[in-house]
């Protein structure tokens, strides 16, 4: 019944409060003539008075009811907002979005095998890390807060090499959640990857804003893997990282492979190249490692079967006496590597980014 009533009292609120706005006017006498009945004339000027009187009164009350009372303050509130175009809410993902943001991942990945070894994994967790370890603790620049390599001056930079082929295959994901920022979709992209390969989580959390052009960081930021154990100090310091942490970080080398067309070098570290495992610790010590002859960069092949490969800066991991018990410690003990991979990779990713929330996400991998 209630329902019923409203609109016919809105419809008569807008009626007589039009009759209230367009009031009678008085018109000014004429120049000439007279008045036929003076009586007539009286009672019509009483009559236009009281109507005047009762109208303003009804406004009046009218008004009152409208703003005093519970009903009237939603009759007005339903008048008012039909005039009216309600601006959009600003969109503020959720847990869930970035969960599916991280399951489309994980379905292209799926979906998408005729990468290298069977996996575009390998290659994100690059992208991921690469936008990551420009950092410079020293003047606060890099990281993976801009994604600065979309663009040519660090694009180009030849440690970049072939990561193109991870940002475009990435680029579908942002078209179908737009609201998320390179920064953020890069590294969630490395956390996926690294999980669906059977890898430890990665607990993860949003916050990168993308920068333009004139925040690219220059060359030589990210390890030469031609040098020694200065280098990888050096390297690694400046982005605020210990010996452990530099033979944990290394422990994604059982990731992926070596293209003569990008680095020079050629070959897989491990046996597994889309499999996340201690392997490659295990085989740095227990496989005999010899020069490879060809005429390429200088790199290690093994004895075995002379199918997997190891760069310089691997091989300092085993001949440097503060390295090597770390690479004794993850070879013995995948839970060990698993944890402190784990948490360095947070370290690594988060590097140089002004977070505004302390929590991070963990996610759901899709193989459980």
């Known amino acids: 019944m209630a329902s019923t009533i409203r609109p016919l009292a809105r419809a008569s609120l807008r009626r007589s409060l039009g009759s209230a706005v367009r009031a009678p006017r008085f018109q000014a006498p004429p120049r000439r003539g007279y ?4 009586t007539n004339s009286s009672s019509s000027s009483r009559a236009t008075l009281y109507s ?9 009350g009218g008004g009152y009811y409208l703003t005093n009372t519970d009903n009237g303050k939603e009759m007005l509130s339903s008048f008012m907002g039909s005039s ?10 959720k847990q ?21 070894d069977g ?14 370890g420009t950092y410079d603790k020293a003047t606060g620049t890099g990281g993976s807060n801009g994604a600065t390599m979309r663009f040519a001056p660090e694009g180009d930079h030849g440690a970049n090499a072939g990561l193109k082929a991870a940002r475009d295959f990435l680029e579908p994901v942002k078209e179908k959640f737009p609201w998320i920022t390179y920064s953020d979709l890069w590294t969630l992209g490395g956390v996926c990857a690294i999980q669906e390969m059977l890898g430890p989580q990665i607990p993860w959390r949003p916050g990168r804003a993308d920068r333009d052009m004139s925040f690219c960081t220059p060359d030589g930021r990210l390890p030469d893997a031609s040098k020694g154990q200065d280098h990888l100090r050096a390297i690694f310091g400046r982005m605020g990282f210990d ?12 990731l992926g492979r070596c293209h003569t067309d990008r680095s020079g070098y050629s070959g897989p570290w491990t046996f597994s190249p889309t499999v996340v495992t201690n392997d490659y610790y295990k085989l740095l010590l227990d ?35 503060a390295f090597r018990p770390h690479v004794e410690r993850y070879a013995k003990d995948s839970d060990v590597f698993f944890n402190e991979f784990s948490d360095v990779i947070v370290k690594l990713f988060e590097l140089g980014v002004p977070f505004q929330t302390a929590e991070r996400l963990t996610f759901k991998p899709t193989h459980t």
């Open 119 to 132: 996996s575009y994994g390998p290659v994100l967790v690059r992208l991921a890390w690469h936008a990551s």
């Open 52 to 60: 005047f009187v009762g109208v303003t009164a009804f406004a009046v």
């Open 287 to 321: 496989e005999a490692w010899n020069w490879k002859k060809w005429n390429g960069p200088k790199q290690y092949e093994d004895k075995t079967t002379k199918s997997l490969m190891m760069l310089p800066t691997d091989m300092v991991l085993i001949k440097d006496k």
């Open 243 to 254: 010996d452990r942490e530099i033979v944990a970080l290394s422990g994604a080398h059982a």
């Open 96 to 116: 869930e979005d970035y969960q599916a943001v991280y399951n489309e991942v994980a379905k292209l990945l799926e979906e998408h095998d005729e990468y290298d």
């Open 84 to 93: 009216k175009t309600k601006e959009p809410k600003e969109f503020k993902p």
């Open 35 to 38: 008045s036929s009945s003076s």
